[in-house]
C-alpha cells in the first residue's frame, strides 16, 4: 500500500501541468532573475569607495606645535614628564595623521583648500565631506590630552548626503585617528612611551592574515540555494493537499475499507514528500550545474538534500494530519500563503537578513530552509560535512517533531 500511496501521487503531479510549474519552474526562473539582478550585492569583490574630501586647515602645525612646548617647558612636572610629553607631541603630528591616513586609502582622495573656497566646496556635489579645522586646535588637543587642560580641539564634518557610502568611510578614517589620539592620552597618563603603542600598532596591523580562507558565495550560488531551500516547502503543501483531496473524494475511506491501516497510508505521504522534495531539489541544483556551472561535493550534496527532503515530508504528513482532524484545508493554503515566506524571509531566502541581527539569525538557524541553507553555503564555502553537523542534526530532529505532531493530530478511527 506505501507504493500504491507514492505512485498515486506521483501520477496526480505528472497530470497536473499548474503544480509542475510552481514547484519546477518558477523557482528556476527566480534564480535566474534573482542571480542576474542582484549579482552586484553579493560578488566577493571589495566595496569600491570613491571619496574625495576637501580638508580646510586654519592650522599651522608646526608653529602650534612649538606654542604648546613652550607650555610645557614652564609647566609645573617633573622634567622626565616635560620630555616624554615634548617627545610624544613631536611624533604624532595630528593633521599630518590626517592627511597620511585618508591618502592610505585606496579610491579616496584629500585636497586641502584655502578656507574662502569652502561655501564653493559645500555646494560642489563632487566632494564626499568637507573637513575644517579650526585655530588652535591642535594646541587645545594637546594640552586636553598631555596636561589634562581643558576639552580636546573639534574638528567639522560637512557630509554630503548624496553619497552616503563614502561619507561613512571618511568618518571610519576620523574615528582611526580618533582611536590614535585616545591610545596616545591613555600611554601619557599610565606613564608609557607613545610611541611604542604606536609602533605596536603598525606591527599587529602589519601582520594581519585572513583567518578565514572560504570562499566567497557569488549571487548566483546564493539565490540558487534560497530559491531551493524556499520552493520545497511548497511541495508540502502539494502533497498535504492531495492527501486532503483523497479525503474530500472518500478515496481514503475507501482505502481503510480496503483494511489498508492509516498507518500504512501515511508513511505513504510521508514518503512521497521527502522523494518529490528530494527530485525537485535535485532538479533545481540540477539547472544550476548545468547553466550556472556550481558544483558540490557530491556525498556532502545528497546528505544535505536528503536531511532536508526528509523534513518536508514530516510537513507533508503533518498538513495532511492536521486538514483531516480540522476536516478543513484552510490550515494548508495557510502555510502555503503565508508560512513559508516568513520561513523563507528568516532563513535568509531572499537576502543574508541574519547578517543585520543576531535575534533573526538565531531565529532563522532554527527553521528547516534556514538550517539546510547555511548547510549547503558551508559546503560552496569548502567546508566539510562535518562543519555542517549541527544543521543536519536539527533537520533530522525536527522532522521526528513533526511526525510525533502529526501522529498525535491525526484523529482517531471514527472520527474521520
Not at 548626503?161 to 568611510?169: L, S
Not at 599587529?204 to 592574515?209: F, S, T, V
Not at 546564493?222 to 530559491?227: D, P
Not at 495532511?320 to 524571509?345: G, Q
Amino acid at each position: 500500500m506505501i507504493w500504491e500511496t507514492i505512485k498515486k501521487q506521483w501520477l496526480i503531479f505528472i497530470r497536473n501541468p499548474q503544480q509542475l510549474f510552481l514547484l519546477l519552474l518558477l523557482p528556476i526562473i527566480l534564480i535566474a532573475i534573482l542571480s542576474l539582478s542582484l549579482s552586484s550585492f553579493m560578488k566577493g569583490d571589495t566595496l569600491q569607495i570613491d571619496a574625495k574630501v576637501a580638508l580646510i586647515n586654519h592650522v599651522n602645525e608646526k608653529e602650534q606645535l612649538e606654542t604648546f612646548i613652550q607650555e610645557v617647558e614652564v609647566a609645573a612636572i617633573s622634567d622626565e614628564a616635560k620630555q616624554t610629553i615634548i617627545s610624544s607631541a613631536s611624533q604624532f603630528p595630528l593633521i599630518t595623521i590626517l592627511q597620511e591616513s585618508f591618502a592610505a586609502v585606496q579610491l579616496m582622495e584629500i585636497e586641502e583648500i584655502s578656507p574662502d573656497e569652502k561655501q564653493a566646496a559645500l555646494k560642489n556635489d563632487d566632494y564626499t565631506a568637507v573637513i575644517e579645522i579650526p585655530n588652535n586646535f591642535l594646541v587645545e588637543s594637546f594640552q586636553a590630552m598631555y596636561l589634562n587642560e581643558g576639552d580636546v580641539g573639534t574638528m567639522t564634518v560637512y557630509d554630503n548626503k548624496g553619497k552616503q557610502i563614502g561619507a561613512t568611510a571618511v568618518k571610519s578614517v576620523l574615528e582611526y585617528v580618533q582611536e590614535q589620539f585616545t591610545m596616545t592620552a591613555f600611554a601619557v597618563s599610565h606613564e608609557i612611551d607613545p610611541t611604542a603603542l604606536h609602533d605596536k600598532l603598525e606591527v599587529d596591523i602589519g601582520k594581519i592574515d585572513t583567518v578565514d580562507q572560504s570562499k566567497p558565495i557569488e549571487s548566483k550560488e546564493y539565490y540558487t540555494v534560497g530559491m531551493a531551500v524556499m520552493n520545497t516547502l511548497f511541495m508540502a503543501s502539494a502533497i498535504g493537499s492531495f492527501a486532503y483531496m483523497e479525503k474530500e473524494s472518500h478515496v481514503f475511506n475507501r482505502i481503510i475499507l480496503a483494511n489498508v491501516s492509516r498507518g500504512s497510508y501515511f508513511i505513504g505521504i510521508f514518503i512521497s514528500g521527502s522523494l518529490f522534495s528530494f527530485i525537485q531539489l535535485l532538479i533545481i541544483f540540477g539547472f544550476s550545474y548545468v547553466i550556472y556551472g556550481i558544483s558540490w561535493d557530491i556525498l556532502a550534496f545528497l546528505i544535505v538534500t536528503f536531511c532536508l527532503a526528509v523534513a518536508v515530508g514530516g510537513f507533508s504528513v503533518l498538513l495532511a494530519a492536521i486538514s483531516y482532524r480540522a476536516n478543513s484545508e484552510t490550515v494548508i493554503n495557510l502555510f502555503s500563503s503565508t508560512f513559508v515566506a516568513v520561513l523563507a524571509l528568516l532563513g535568509g531566502s531572499f537576502f543574508p537578513i541574519g547578517d543585520y541581527s543576531n535575534v533573526v539569525q538565531t531565529m532563522g538557524a532554527f527553521t528547516p530552509n534556514g538550517a539546510a541553507m547555511s548547510a549547503y553555503l558551508n559546503l560552496l564555502r569548502g567546508y566539510s560535512i562535518v562543519d555542517s553537523a549541527t544543521q543536519l542534526i536539527f533537520l533530522i530532529t525536527f522532522t521526528m517533531i513533526l511526525l510525533l505532531i502529526a501522529i498525535a493530530s491525526f484523529p482517531k478511527r471514527g472520527k474521520l
